[in-house]
């Protein structure tokens, strides 16, 4: 039985590409420094996990920015307006398509997007019409050479093309990128063909398999795949799935020519039976059975029991063993968390550990002695994390058991709840705001840094720091006459971090970094036990900040599925009832600033959106208690209490009904760059609070104009009458430099007053 891998995390364990990426774009290296990090990650992964016994390792899941982009190049599908004339995408055009060129008048970046449900963003393909394809990056083939040089097993990795073209957008519309299918086809013979000469399989990854597929896509599915086949021969092909069931798309997954088809049989354990059940006779089947998408432990002996029986009815040949998917959603190494709670670090596994685990299920499996010792550690581990009480805490079992049957509700219906904030908060038509940070400038940060490193020590000299950037804030808001103020956020290094730790049953890590997109990467917390809040999180800062101003100023909170979709959640409970254990910490904490004189409070949920499933029929399920933790979390304050939340997307349409079943008093949304789209969402159906559609673009350093932020403010009354909007940017504005980030605003607030001029007339 071998052992395999689908993909190993990039970036490395000090995060050694990001740091030459930005190098290289800052003109500190060159192309050869960065080429060299590359080469030296690639090597030392491929060591890693053969040294830790994974049989075969991949090659072509690394990537310089984004392995969506690496297949945009391979089959020279580069956008016309990058200028691309030559034989194969340098390095330069492949950053500008990740990036654009940054100057004047450029060319932007192509378009980011979220890789299903994780959190990783890809580099959307654009597709038109006319659009021709050729070979333009011998990447994946050069690499394969590397790879051999090194001395490993290695197999090459494909981003398959029925997803890649499912992952695109058309340039016009109306266009249906599968049109392609056919011109895309020759690209990918091509270059298998060229690897077959020296590999035995390759590795084609179709996660859009576990989608709900149309019936034009199963067609054109099969047909390329025989001709992928044919191309390969007599190489094989080992057919990816991972992030869900194959459901009614199984058969297509074991058609013929296929060799191997893996399965993700942690997200979807059910399908084991009917992929048995179809698997042909001279198929092999991947069973993967670690979770690539999280970090805890393998249950070694479930997974024994499941290898066993698959063992038994098609025989130890044709079966492999490997992670869910591809590692790069996990952290590389947890030697190094050397900060973490030792009885907690007992129970994780990140990308070099559960190479580990790999071998230990494959030597158990097939009964080899020296498993024995392993198998005894993880049995142990998983006895200390069932019992621990660091895990259960039964005030919080007894308080979330307390809500069954219950119906969150605010006291009054949002009509009378808003007489009543209008006649306390006294805020003039339009309402200005921001949407919680301002500029983490280099200030900000160093203060932060500071505090770290000196403890508790310099708490004072902490808090004097945080309150002079508050004041700052406050100031400059006063100046600008925004109505409704905000903190500017200068304690927070990230919305979700900052909460999980303060809260029970949260622990981060030091250096558990996983890829978000390009050079950026995230920590995401860990969610190991029942969650609690010990103690206030945010009053202290809020109530300073109040302190500055007569004007209202808006607690900044971060909603519960937000905390639970960037954290690594817990696998021993279902996420609804992890969930409603943050919801209940954050409703504490809501009490806290209404006692303590907040009259607004905003609960970010910039992730509800991505955390809707990948199947259309588990959405209900989802939104409904996700939508239900949001008002548990929001909905013990008093009518005056108003509740703003804030989402970082326009595309509403298929779920407005949920948004407005969250009930919050005001909602503030991502519009400026994609007008139309809320628009539509509006006239199907009217969201019956207040919104604020954002009318400033803040992931541009760009200063919007008075006329264009009026313009749009026109455009919004148009669907949602004037004692409904709000006037605010986008996002949030930590990111941006204060310069414009102050011009912005003037001219925010002159746009709201000139409207409101007009509504008076
Ligand atoms: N309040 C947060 C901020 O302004 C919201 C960030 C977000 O939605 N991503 O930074
Ligand atoms: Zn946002």
Not at 227 to 244: D, S
Not at 394 to 423: D, E, F, I, M, Y
């Amino acid at each position: 039985m071998l052992t395999h891998t689908l993909g190993f995390p990039r970036v490395g364990a000090d995060r050694e590409l990001k740091k030459a990426l930005e190098a290289f774009w800052q003109g500190q290296g060159g192309e050869a420094d960065l080429q060299r990090v590359a080469r030296e990650l690639r090597s030392r992964h491929w060591r890693l996990q053969a040294d830790r016994g994974v049989d075969v390792v991949p090659v072509g899941d690394f990537s310089l920015y984004d392995h969506v982009l690496d297949t945009t190049a391979m089959l020279g599908a580069v956008p016309d307006r990058y200028g691309w004339r030559g034989d194969s995408v340098d390095l330069g055009t492949y950053f500008r398509m990740a990036r654009g060129d940054g100057g004047m008048g450029s060319v932007g970046a192509m378009e980011m997007s979220k890789w299903f449900d994780t959190n990783y963003h890809y580099i959307v393909p654009e597709l038109g019409p006319g659009q021709t394809f050729r070979l333009g990056s011998r990447t994946l083939l050069d690499q394969v050479d590397e790879a051999r040089a090194a001395g490993v097993r290695a197999r090459p990795v494909l981003l398959g093309p029925l997803t890649y073209l499912r992952l695109a957008k058309p340039t016009v519309e109306g266009f249906d990128p599968l049109e392609h299918a056919g011109a895309i086809l020759p690209v990918y013979e091509q270059v298998l063909r060229e690897l077959s000469r020296s590999v035995e399989w390759v590795q084609i990854d179709e996660p859009a398999l576990v989608l709900d597929l149309s019936e034009r896509e199963t067609l054109l599915f099969r047909l390329m795949q025989e001709r992928l086949a044919r191309a390969a021969a007599p190489a094989r092909i080992l057919l990816a799935t991972y992030f869900g069931g194959l459901g009614e798309n199984v058969a297509l997954a074991c058609m013929p020519p296929i060799g191997a088809l893996h399965v993700d049989l942690v997200r979807a354990p059910d399908q084991l039976e009917s992929v048995l059940a179809r698997l042909g006779a001279d198929q092999s089947l991947s069973l993967g059975v670690i979770d690539g998408r999280n970090i805890w432990r393998v249950a070694a002996d479930r997974v024994l029991a499941q290898i066993d029986r698959v063992v038994g009815k098609v025989g130890s040949e044709r079966v492999m063993i490997a992670p869910s998917c591809s590692l790069l959603h996990v952290p590389v190494d947890l030697d190094r968390e050397t900060g973490l709670d030792p009885e907690v670090r007992s129970w994780l596994a990140f990308a070099a550990q559960k190479c580990d685990e790999l071998r230990l299920l494959a030597d158990a499996a097939a009964g080899r002695e020296g498993a024995r010792s392993g198998l005894e550690a993880n049995r142990a581990a998983w006895r200390s994390r069932r019992a621990s009480p660091r895990v259960v805490d039964p005030r919080v079992r007894a308080r979330v058991a307390a809500l069954a049957g219950r119906k969150t509700a605010r006291r009054s219906p949002h009509a009378r709840r808003q007489a009543v904030q209008r006649l306390t908060l006294g805020l003039p038509a339009l309402p200005t705001t921001t949407i919680g940070s301002f500029p983490q400038t280099a200030a900000v940060r160093a203060a932060r840094a500071r505090f770290r490193q000196q403890g508790t020590g310099g708490a004072a000299e902490y808090t004097e720091a945080m309150r002079g950037f508050i004041r700052e804030a406050v100031a400059r808001q006063h100046e600008l006459g925004l109505d409704v103020l905000v903190h500017g956020e200068p304690e927070r290094n990230d919305m979700v971090e900052y909460f999980a730790e303060q809260m029970a049953g949260f622990c981060v890590t030091g250096n558990g970094w996983v890829q978000s997109y390009g050079s950026r990467c995230v920590k995401p917390p860990i969610i190991f036990g029942d969650v609690s809040r010990p103690a206030p999180m945010t009053v202290e800062w809020i109530r300073y900040a109040q302190s500055l101003t007569d004007r209202p100023m808006k607690g900044m909170l971060t909603g519960p599925v937000t905390m639970l979709c960037w954290s690594f959640a817990r696998d021993d409970q279902p996420d609804r009832e992890t969930c409603l254990q943050i919801a209940l910490a954050i409703r504490d904490e809501m009490s806290d600033l209404e006692q303590a004189g907040i009259r607004i409070i905003q609960v970010d949920e910039a992730a509800l959106r991505e955390g809707l499933p990948l199947r259309h029929a588990e959405w209900h399920d989802y939104l409904q208690w996700a939508v239900e933790a949001f008002r548990l979390a929001t909905s013990d304050v008093r009518d005056e209490t108003q509740i703003h939340t804030h989402m970082c997307y326009s595309e509403f349409n298929d779920i407005v009904e949920w948004i407005a079943r969250m009930d919050a008093d005001v909602i503030s949304i991502e519009a400026s760059r994609s007008k139309m789209d809320l628009l539509t969402a509006f006239q199907r159906f009217q969201y019956p609070n207040e919104i604020g559609p954002g009318v400033y673009d803040i992931h541009s350093p760009r200063v919007p104009s008075v006329a264009e932020i009026s313009q749009l403010v026109r455009q919004t009354l148009q669907v949602i009458p004037a004692d409904r909007v709000w006037i605010n940017p986008d996002c949030g504005l930590k990111t941006r430099a204060w310069p414009e980030a102050v011009a912005s605003l003037q001219n925010l607030v002159a746009a709201a007053k000139a409207v409101r001029a007009e509504l008076d007339e």
